[in-house]
């Protein structure tokens, strides 16, 4: 069975700087687009940040470009997300979710499109 477990969230300042992680246990790591997306309170969750199968094309919110940076390690099964210069409006639950793709440049932007995802992380950034 394929799970996604996000680490890292927490309490930052704004203007500070946060790396979430995303370890995948089961499956072919390697053979999955993975995605952040975030869901605030009392909004729909949102893609936040997408990395295709072989690292070669990444996607972006548009809010977050220029200050978030997606990356993922096939070998340790991992995907992080440096999150710099953080705003208010970044503070949100975060999850991580997985598709098997067969493109290595396919990157996914729309949730339903993802069958595996995380239990969510806490990401509070304070004014």
């Known amino acids: 069975q394929v799970q996604p477990v996000e680490s890292g969230g927490g309490l930052v300042q704004a203007g500070g700087s946060m790396r979430i992680s995303c370890a995948v246990s089961?499956?072919?790591?390697?053979?999955?687009?993975m995605a952040w997306f975030r869901q605030a309170p009392g909004k729909a969750r949102e893609f936040v940040a997408g990395i295709s199968r072989s690292s070669n094309t990444v996607q972006y919110l548009g809010s977050v470009k220029g200050r978030f940076a997606i990356s993922r390690d096939n070998a340790k099964k991992t995907m992080y997300l440096q999150m710099n210069s953080l705003k208010p409006e970044d503070t949100a639950v975060y999850y991580c979710a997985a598709a098997p793709t067969l493109g290595d440049n396919t990157v996914l932007l729309t949730d339903s499109s993802y069958g595996y995802w995380g239990q969510g992380t806490q990401v509070t950034v304070s004014s």
């Open positions: 089961g499956g072919i790591f390697g053979s999955y687009t």
